[in-house]
C-alpha cells in the first residue's frame, strides 16, 4: 500500500494551499480517509476524514469552516483543501486510510499512512 501525499509548501497568512493524496495498492473504494498533522514538539493531530463513498466528513474544530475534505474515487485520489491558514496550520500534513470505510477522528483507526508533506504558514 502507498498513499502519496503532495501539494504542501510555503504560504503567507490568509492563503490557501490543496494537498493531495494519491493511493496504490489497496481498494480504494471501501477505505475511510484521513488527514492528520503533526508540528515540531507536538503529537499527531486529526484534521479531516471522508468515509468511502464521500458522503460523510468529519472535522477537527480548529479547521472547521476553513477546510475541506473530498474524495475520487475513480481516481484514487483524495485531497484536503485548505483556506484562510494560520500560523498554527503549519505542520507535516498526513493522510490516511482506514478499512472499515468510516470518517473517523482517532489515529489509532488508520492501517496506512503517508509519508507526509510539509506546510509552512508565515505570519
Known amino acids: 500500500v502507498q498513499l502519496q501525499a503532495s501539494g504542501g509548501g510555503l504560504v503567507q497568512a490568509g492563503g490557501s494551499l490543496r494537498l493531495s493524496c494519491a493511493a496504490s495498492?489497496?481498494?480504494?473504494?471501501?477505505?475511510?480517509l484521513g488527514w492528520f498533522r503533526q508540528a515540531p514538539g507536538k503529537e499527531r493531530e486529526f484534521v479531516a476524514a471522508?468515509?468511502?463513498?464521500?458522503?460523510?466528513?468529519l472535522y477537527a474544530d480548529s479547521v472547521k469552516g476553513r477546510f475541506t475534505i473530498s474524495r475520487d474515487n475513480a481516481k484514487n485520489t483524495v485531497w484536503l483543501q485548505m483556506n484562510s491558514l494560520k500560523p498554527e496550520d503549519t505542520a507535516v500534513y498526513y493522510c490516511?486510510?482506514?478499512?472499515?470505510?468510516?470518517?473517523?477522528?482517532?489515529?489509532?483507526?488508520?492501517?496506512?499512512w503517508g509519508q507526509g508533506t510539509q506546510v509552512t504558514v508565515s505570519s
Open positions: 490516511s486510510a482506514e478499512p472499515r470505510g468510516y470518517a473517523l477522528g482517532s489515529r489509532e483507526s488508520y492501517d496506512y
Open positions: 495498492g489497496l481498494t480504494f473504494t471501501t477505505h475511510g
Open positions: 471522508i468515509s468511502w463513498s464521500g458522503g460523510t466528513t
